[in-house]
């Protein structure tokens, strides 16, 4: 958790994971150092997150931990009326999109996506911040497990997570999200048992067409593992 963020009531306060893995380069450094404020929403302008973008958007999506950033990067492309805004914390992983956003010697200058802002902290204080029903979707793609039983609370889908995602996502706005292991898959099914928020529209173990594929989707399938996709509907 970003030092500056205020706890979010409810929800463990604390950031589990990693925020970097192997030494930066010199041009992943000048992503992080310049790129990366430029292209990410200000937290102070979140209130009106439509205003985050080149032009206003006719609905407004979050992605929580995007990775590589793949399908974040794909979903923005595909849907240029949609803004964006991509959380994910890991220093590799931002620079992983932002190398592919930002051309070498544009760190300074090259403009992204128009409808794509990053958020580099805490994802549950950009939710804690939005306006209620701020968003049509949530995407949730492949989260880290965290498969042993007492590390649950730093699942991002827990009982005490529901009523945040819940109170953002406006009513008919859509939970995508994805997961290949099965300990995540069983907890899936068991948190959204016990909640009246969400209804369930889809549970499938083949991708949908329009969902963009992620490099953990796709390693899941080299292991052999099946991973499950789901849409919760908020009520």
């Known amino acids: 958790m970003d030092p500056h963020d205020p706890p979010v009531e409810g929800v463990p306060n604390r ?3 990693r925020r970097r893995g192997h ?6 450094e000048r992503l992080l150092q310049l790129a990366a404020p430029r292209l990410s929403a200000d937290p102070a302008g979140i209130a009106d997150p439509g205003a985050l973008f080149a032009s206003r958007p006719d609905e407004v999506w979050v992605e929580v931990g995007f990775g590589g950033g793949e399908h974040a990067e794909a979903l ?3 849907n240029p009326r949609a803004g964006l805004i991509a959380s994910e914390v890991f220093e590799n992983g931002i620079c992983a999109l932002l190398s592919r956003l930002v051309p070498e010697g544009g760190e300074e200058t ?3 996506l128009p409808n794509l802002r990053l958020w580099t902290r805490d994802a549950r204080h950009l939710l804690a911040g939005l306006p209620e029903g701020a968003l049509s979707r949530l995407y949730l793609m492949f989260p880290d497990p965290w498969p042993k039983s007492r590390h ?3 699942r991002f889908v827990h ?3 529901l009523p945040l995602v819940a109170r953002v996502l ?9 997961s290949d292991h099965p300990v995540y898959q069983a907890w899936v099914e068991e948190v959204f048992a016990a909640q009246e928020l969400f209804e369930p529209v889809l549970d499938v ?3 949908p067409a329009d969902w963009p594929g992620t490099r953990y989707e796709a390693k899941a399938h080299r292991e052999g593992r099946h991973p499950r996709y789901w849409i919760w509907r908020r009520r």
């Open 15 to 17: 950031l589990y994971g």
């Open 23 to 28: 030494p930066l380069r010199a041009r992943q």
């Open 76 to 78: 923005a492309r595909a």
């Open 110 to 112: 090259a403009p992204g």
């Open 152 to 154: 649950a609370k730093r």
């Open 159 to 161: 009982p005490a997570m």
């Open 170 to 178: 406006r009513p008919g706005g859509e939970w995508r999200m994805a």
């Open 205 to 207: 173990r083949e991708r």
